[in-house]
C-alpha cells in the first residue's frame, strides 16, 4: 500500500471520528443528583447550572422537573427575564433547553400567565425571545 493510500484512509477514520457527536454518559448518580434538583431550580442562573452538569439526563421525571423550574420562572420570576436572555446569549442551547420545557407538564394556567407575560411584559430587546416563548405556549396548548 502506497503512502498517499495510507494517509488517505487515516484521513477518513480520523474525518469519520469527528463527525460523531460527542454527548457525556448520564450515569446512575448524576440521574440521581439530576432528578432531586430539576424541580427545586430558582434562579436562571440555577437551571443553566444543572443544564451544564446533567444536560445529558434531560428525560423523563428529570425532563418534568425542569420542565417545573422553567414554568416557576416564567410564570412567576419573569422579572428576571434578562437573565434569561444573558445566559441564552452567551449559550444557546440553554436558551433551546428552556423553550423545549415550555411543554404539557406544566398546568395550562400556568401556560396562560407565561403567555400573559410574554405578551403583556417583555422588554423591548427581548421582542424575538418573547415570540417564541408564546409560540412555544400555543403550540403545547393547542389541541393534540
Known amino acids: 500500500m502506497s503512502s498517499r493510500s495510507r494517509l488517505l484512509i487515516l484521513a477518513?477514520?480520523?474525518?469519520?471520528?469527528?463527525?460523531?457527536?460527542?454527548?457525556?454518559?448520564?450515569?446512575?448518580e448524576a440521574a440521581m443528583m439530576a432528578e432531586r434538583e430539576s424541580s427545586t431550580l430558582?434562579?436562571?442562573?440555577?437551571?443553566?447550572?444543572?443544564?451544564?452538569?446533567?444536560?445529558?439526563?434531560?428525560?423523563?421525571?428529570?425532563?418534568?422537573?425542569?420542565?417545573?423550574?422553567?414554568g416557576t420562572l416564567l410564570s412567576d420570576g419573569w422579572n428576571e427575564l434578562p437573565r434569561l436572555l444573558s445566559l441564552s446569549k452567551a449559550d444557546?442551547?440553554?436558551?433551546?433547553f428552556v423553550l423545549r420545557h415550555v411543554d404539557q407538564t406544566i398546568p395550562a394556567a400556568t401556560l396562560q400567565t407565561i403567555s400573559e407575560n410574554a405578551r403583556s411584559r417583555c422588554p423591548t430587546d427581548a421582542a424575538?425571545?418573547?415570540?417564541?416563548?408564546?409560540?412555544?405556549?400555543?403550540?403545547?396548548?393547542?389541541?393534540?
Open 42 to 70: 430558582e434562579t436562571w442562573q440555577d437551571l443553566h447550572a444543572s443544564y451544564k452538569k446533567y444536560k445529558q439526563c434531560d428525560d423523563g421525571a428529570i425532563g418534568e422537573g425542569y420542565s417545573n423550574s422553567v
Open 128 to 144: 424575538s425571545t418573547c415570540a417564541r416563548i408564546i409560540s412555544a405556549v400555543q403550540e403545547t396548548l393547542a389541541p393534540q
Open 12 to 28: 477518513a477514520l480520523l474525518l469519520s471520528n469527528c463527525a460523531l457527536p460527542l454527548r457525556a454518559e448520564c450515569t446512575r
Open 92 to 96: 444557546p442551547g440553554f436558551g433551546e
